[in-house]
């Protein structure tokens, strides 16, 4: 648990990276043109970017922050992803497929951080069909799509003693990006959660597959056409 100096931080850190948010064209461009997320997403999530002025942050300086919020508000971590246009476009800015982070972390967590799922609302939501996605950004996707998505980040991020906490939802469905990393991810969920369904995203992820063609995409492969 992050001591109360630790969540004061944390909270402060992810007001101010929320409100430098605003000012920053680079994190405008990836979240709207890259990923397809909202504002309103963006606002609800407390999504925001490093400042490239604040020296306590140097070594992730304009990437973008994600924090964890608890249901009842609290953020208990944070993770920071590099939103570098030199990573993620390439010479003609379009945006890359597979990105190239050279030198640096793609990903970066406070030092002693321990991974933990993303969106815990979602595991105390009355829901019938819980979605589990790989990665904060899916989750999101996921979220504006009208599911109710919890994220891990990453296939060594699963634990599990998770799978109580998804015991009393009816139905659980796991997103699983189509590669390696994906289906292992899935696997991983799928062997300690009793009953859950894998269904893969052919052709990409959750964010690739719904801005390729529609929310209404990543709703048919949870729920079917019908
Ligand atoms: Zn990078």
Redesign the pocket.
Known sequence: MPTPDTTTSLETRTTRHHAALWDSDTAAAYLSEARGITAETAITHRLGVVSEADPAERPVSGYLALPYITPSESVVSIRYR???P???QDNQGEWRDT????G???YWSLPGDRQRPYNTAALLSNTDTLVVCEGEMDTLTALQCGLTAVGLPGAQAWQRPLRLAMQGIRRVVILADDDAAGHQFAGAVAADVDGAEVVPVTGGDVTSVCTANSRERIRELVYGTH
């Open positions: 590099c939103i570098r030199s990573c993620t990105e190239h982070h050279e640096h972390p793609k």
